[in-house]
């Protein structure tokens, strides 16, 4: 091995060692905000006796709301891969009632020619009061590849959980305003 190669080895090397060194620091203050939040935590958020907070929510009805907040924004993305299929009953099929609402994203349906769409939504907002929700807002902004300039839009979309699935009941998508 040459002694360039040896200097490229231990730099390496060295450059793991930061990375690991920097990985572990942001945990442990993760891990110490954490540990501080919950000392900081007023005492009357804890219900006498279960060791709960007071508004119910407690490990499981958390994982659950997650759990479902992801297939809802899972069920999203499917319906925006297959919104810009040349037939498009089967994005349809994933709106409550089999069809999609007359008016909210007239402007993505009437896009032809699409070669990709990038898609960046924020956390989804709970419409009810359920511990783990029935019906979300997804707010989304939308990057789409067509002939000429990229198209942005931005907006949201209502959904709700059906027996079968999340099924999208309403939709407020327009062009994003030109940004200088």
Do not use: C, K
């Amino acid at each position: 091995m040459s002694h360039r190669a040896w200097w490229l080895v231990i730099a390496a090397v060295m450059l793991l060692g930061i990375a690991v060194a920097v990985h572990d620091g942001l945990r442990r203050g993760q891990d110490r905000q954490v540990t501080d939040d919950a000392i900081a935590a007023p005492p009357s958020s804890v219900s006498p006796g279960t060791g709960t907070p007071a508004d119910g929510g407690n490990g499981d009805t958390a994982q659950a709301r997650d759990a479902s907040m992801h297939e809802a924004v899972s069920a999203l993305h499917s319906y925006l891969a297959m919104l810009f299929q040349a037939d498009h009953s089967e994005a349809d099929a994933l709106w409550a009632g089999g069809r999609p609402a007359p008016h909210g994203e007239e402007a993505l349906r009437e896009l032809h020619g699409v070669t990709g769409i990038r898609v960046d939504n924020r956390r989804p907002e709970p419409l009810d009061t359920a511990p783990v929700p029935r019906q979300l807002r997804i707010p989304v902004n939308l990057r789409i590849g067509v002939a000429g300039p990229l198209r942005r839009f931005e907006g949201h979309y209502d959904l709700q959980r059906e027996a079968d699935g999340w099924r999208i009941r309403a939709a407020s998508i327009a062009p994003s305003p030109v940004r200088g």
